[in-house]
Nanobody, 122 residues
Framework: QVQLVESGGGLVQPGGSLRLSCTASGLIFSRHNMGWFRQAPGEEREFVAVVARSGGTTYSGDSVKGRFTISRDNAKNTVYLQMSSLTPEDTAVYYC???????????????WGHGTQVTVSS
């Protein structure tokens, strides 16, 4: 069974940094693009970033460009999201996803984690 498990969420002050991790099992990790999405209460799930199979190509949403960095370690079956210069608008549940054709659209992903809460507040 495929499982994606996020970790690293928590409470952080504005301007702070946080690194999220997502570890996958039950699939051939290196054959999938890996993406991060986020969802705040009452809002739709929003694309954050995606990294290609080898880790050499990345794409990020406009709202996080220059602040968030996505990366992966195929030897550890893990994808990361390094977040900096955090603001209260970044508060959301963050989800990782795996997909053969994964891009900026939710429909392009086959598997999803259950999410980890990130709260930016003083």
């Amino acid at each position: 069974q495929v499982q994606l498990v996020e970790s690293g969420g928590g409470l952080v002050q504005p301007g702070g940094s946080l690194r999220l991790s997502c570890t996958a099992s039950g699939l051939i990790f290196s054959r999938h693009n890996m993406g991060w999405f986020r969802q705040a209460p009452g809002e739709e799930r929003e694309f954050v970033a995606v990294v290609a199979r080898s880790g050499g190509t990345t794409y990020s949403g406009d709202s996080v460009k220059g602040r968030f960095t996505i990366s992966r370690d195929n030897a550890k079956n893990t994808v990361y999201l390094q977040m900096s210069s955090l603001t209260p608008e970044d508060t959301a549940v963050y989800y990782c996803a795996a997909g053969w054709f994964g891009g900026a659209l939710r429909s392009q992903y086959d598997y999803w984690g259950h999410g980890t809460q990130v709260t930016v507040s003083s």
